[in-house]
């Protein structure tokens, strides 16, 4: 990914924070200057779609930024990237297929979705600003997240968020 100043770099945690228009590009803007909490309030719904927006909403609410509204259209296309990205072993290899701007993954993580999306949004969440997860999670410039989740054989799960 390229920053406003066209610099390439990667963020480490869960997969590189892929974006565009500066999104994810590390540098900070949009993030505010607090540190990061250590934990927001629990997530309201069950579900691993409902969890991974309630979460990063939550999170979000800890600067005073207005929530994502889920980006429910484009779940199956998120989905579908964790698939494909599942079966090539590549982070970000779809990134773009479902119109995102800015996109975060967990790739391989252990399942169940439900039980592993909290610990992988954390972690991105952990980064703080400059962290391209952290800059997308906290973005100014984007309004919704749509959570996809792609479930290995091995029980592994792949999961997306795009951002626009």
Known sequence: MTDDNGTRSDAGIGG?????????????????????????????GSDATSICVDKINA????????????????????????????????????FGKCSEWAQNECPGWPGPAEKMIPGCLEMMWGEGPGGGHYDNMSSKKYTKVACGFYTM???????VQDFQ
Do not use: F, I, M
């Open 59 to 94: 999170y979000r609410a800890t600067l005073g930024l207005p929530p994502y509204a889920r980006w429910s259209d484009k779940e199956v296309c998120a989905s579908g990237q964790a698939k494909s990205d599942s079966e090539t072993s590549k982070p970000h290899g779809a």
């Open 16 to 44: 590189s924070a892929g974006g565009r228009d500066g999104g994810g590009g590390g540098n900070g803007k949009d993030s505010g200057t607090n540190p990061p909490p250590t934990q927001p309030p629990p997530p309201t």
């Open 153 to 159: 054989p091995n029980g592994k799960v792949w999961a």
